[in-house]
């Protein structure tokens, strides 16, 4: 089960609806389960990625825009992991938009997701969010949904 405050929950969805019709990311911070911090990101995807994984992305370069992908630079993981570091927390998870999508992982998401961390994903609708849900891969590499418990802002410290 994946925890965060509805504070949190709000700084995603802010996020995410400033960012359509692109797609948002960033990383959730925190001990075991609960985040703790938001760290948002920059998308930093860019067409040279379909050349570094052509086997992944659909062939219509219309299709390979940061409307339909995600990344982070690995510059950014690093100032994130030295941070996490210091503040005693973990990247615990990873979080990403569906722009016009539901809140399901592409098989994209499932190539590049990493048993370790949790993936809460936000479908955006016309600027708006419309759903949420959280996964987590599976011994057989297969996303399964996992609870997402949000609790008031003001019972934890942030």
């Known amino acids: 089960m994946l925890v965060l405050t509805a504070a949190q929950l709000g700084q995603l969805i802010t996020q995410a609806q400033n960012s359509y019709p692109e797609e948002c ?29 052509p086997e992944l992305l659909p062939s219509e370069p219309q299709s390979q825009s940061r409307r339909d992908h995600f990344a982070i630079a690995p510059r950014e993981i690093l100032q994130a992991q030295k941070f996490a570091r210091t503040a005693g927390l973990a990247i615990i998870g990873i979080y990403h938009s569906h722009p016009d999508h539901p809140a399901v992982p592409s098989e ?51």
């Open 25 to 53: 990311c960033g990383l959730l911070l925190g001990h075991g389960k609960t985040v703790e911090q938001i760290w948002p990101t920059a998308n930093s995807w860019t067409l040279e990625f379909s050349q570094a994984m």
């Open 108 to 158: 994209y998401d499932r190539a590049i997701a990493w048993d370790i961390y949790s993936y809460l994903i936000l479908s955006v609708e016309n600027r708006r969010v419309t759903a949420y849900h959280s996964w987590t891969l599976d011994g057989a590499r297969q996303f399964q949904e996992e609870t997402l418990q949000i609790q008031p802002s003001q019972s934890r410290t942030l």
